[in-house]
């Protein structure tokens, strides 16, 4: 349903949909939709990978090589920084540290700009995993006992109980870091092969369209004149 929880990733897949059986003029406004700034915090990276086909396809050359242009300056960034958190040699609890910075800025409204804006998505991304944010609502649960434990008297506070509560919650806690953690480096590894996928896609889109903007040059150096590619629009005024 419109406004769902799954609607975006819906309308993106109908975006495939519409242009497979040449429906282009859907799928461009599904994809409109998708880029507008009502939706600017969300991660549909292989959206602009589409946009660019769907102009191939009409062969508007310069359209679609801006696209793929702007998809590399975007995502180009972007995976270097997972490549590079990704490469690091260091402990899952590291990663779940990360992915915590990420929930505690969402917490204060503070805002990221450019490829740190982009990073954050692909962790938020990580937090709507029903695992991982399970595992992570955990280790706020024990982390919420532990300060309660800490607000008591100092009768109970002070006493061996007390004391092996504690103990108890903090191995449990740092468990649930590890394991979270994992899924955290999991989730960047996954986001990190498709961002790999896309933009190769993307230099085959710019070989494909440059390959057909050189076939038409010689043919109209050929006729001596010029000529239009530009398939027409299927105009409708159905509102």
């Known amino acids: ?69 702007d998809f590399e300056s975007i995502y180009g960034p972007v995976q270097e920084e997972l490549e590079r958190l990704v490469n690091k040699n260091i402990a899952a609890t590291e990663y779940f540290t990360v992915l915590d910075e990420v929930r505690k800025q969402n917490k204060s409204g503070k805002k990221q700009t450019g490829t740190d804006e982009i990073l954050e998505r692909i962790l938020n991304l990580a937090l709507t995993d029903k695992s991982l944010k399970k595992t992570v609502d955990s280790i706020s649960e024990l982390e919420g006992e532990m300060d309660a434990i800490g607000e008591k008297g100092d009768s109970f506070k002070n006493s061996n109980l007390s004391k092996q509560l504690i103990e108890q919650l903090k191995a449990q806690r740092q468990l649930l870091i590890s394991k979270a953690g994992l899924m955290a480096k999991a989730k960047l590894d996954f986001e990190l092969g498709q961002l790999r996928t896309l933009r190769a896609n993307g230099f085959r889109i710019k070989y494909e369209t440059t390959a057909m903007e050189k076939d038409f040059l010689e043919k109209m150096l050929q006729a001596g004149g010029q000529q239009s590619i530009v398939k027409n629009y299927k105009y409708s005024v159905a509102v």
């Open 1 to 69: 349903e419109r406004g769902g929880v799954q609607w975006l990733e819906a309308l993106f897949e109908a975006s495939w949909a519409h242009y497979r059986v040449g429906q282009y003029e859907q799928a461009l406004g599904n994809l409109i939709t998708l880029s507008s700034p009502f939706f600017r915090d969300e991660y549909f990276p292989e959206a602009l990978i589409l946009k660019a086909v769907v102009y191939f396809e009409n062969c508007r050359y310069h359209e679609s090589l801006s696209i793929i242009e």
